[in-house]
């Protein structure tokens, strides 16, 4: 079993940041990739960002390049995104959810999920 914990989120202005951190505990896959994924009210989840074990492989929503950066620490199993220049449409429930191997930017394709962070962006 795998148990993922988001912390970070808040309410904060647009065009202000975040960051946002979730930490891995259990039994981890021994390569494993890491994303994020947000749900707005009324909408679907959809993905954010998304690590590889080494890092050397991210993928991003293109609503969110070049405004957030995922990141990891593997010393403390533990995964980050930091969101710049927020937006009022960024406000929502942000999930980390973990998979073995290789990145993706589905939902479906990953195996266990936190129990997500609100991030509210006033205008």
């Known amino acids: 079993q795998v148990q993922l914990v988001e912390s970070g989120g808040g309410l904060v202005q647009a065009g202000g940041s975040l960051r946002l951190s979730c930490a891995a505990s259990?039994?981890?896959?021994?390569?494993?990739?890491m994303g994020w994924f947000r749900q707005a009210p009324g909408k679907e989840r959809e993905f954010v960002a998304a690590?590889?074990?080494?890092?050397?492989?991210?993928g991003y929503a293109d609503s969110v390049k070049g405004r957030f950066t995922i990141s990891r620490d593997n010393a403390k199993n533990t995964v980050y995104l930091q969101m710049n220049s927020l937006k009022p449409e960024d406000t929502a429930v942000y999930y980390c959810?973990?998979?073995?191997?290789?990145?993706?930017?589905?939902?479906?394709?990953?195996?266990?999920w936190g129990q997500g962070t609100q991030v509210t962006v006033s205008s």
């Open positions: 959810a973990i998979r073995y191997l290789n990145i993706a930017n589905v939902d479906y394709e990953y195996d266990y």
């Open positions: 259990g039994r981890t896959f021994s390569r494993n990739a």
């Open positions: 690590i590889n074990w080494s890092g050397a492989s991210t």
